[in-house]
């Protein structure tokens, strides 16, 4: 029966080799000189800014061509008309 440490340590082995494969390119244009810490989180918080961003710019273009697709026979006028920034507070 494996320890309580190795069965904890299988699994989080198990997490990280599903995460996907980020190109060393990405990474040499965060990592341009020695990080401090300051310097890691700040380019992990633009990282996830930009991603989620992403994400949800992306949520948002397929929940309106979707209702865009039952919208023409009920004529609503939800439709995407570019975008502005905004910030989110988390």
């Known amino acids: 029966m494996p320890s309580r440490t190795k069965q904890k340590n299988a699994e989080i082995a ?9 190109p060393d390119e990405l990474i040499a244009q965060f990592v341009s000189r020695p990080m401090t810490g300051d310097v890691v989180n700040a380019a992990t918080m633009a990282f ?4 989620i961003e ?7 273009s397929h929940h309106l061509v979707h ?3 039952s919208a ?3 004529q609503a006028g939800n439709h ?3 975008r502005t920034a ?3 507070l988390t």
């Open 14 to 22: 198990a997490r990280s080799a599903a995460l996907p494969k980020i």
């Open 48 to 51: 996830k800014k930009a991603l």
């Open 54 to 60: 992403r994400a949800l710019g992306a949520e948002l």
């Open 67 to 69: 209702i865009g697709a």
């Open 72 to 74: 023409k026979t009920q």
């Open 80 to 82: 995407r008309n570019g």
């Open 86 to 88: 905004k910030t989110v």
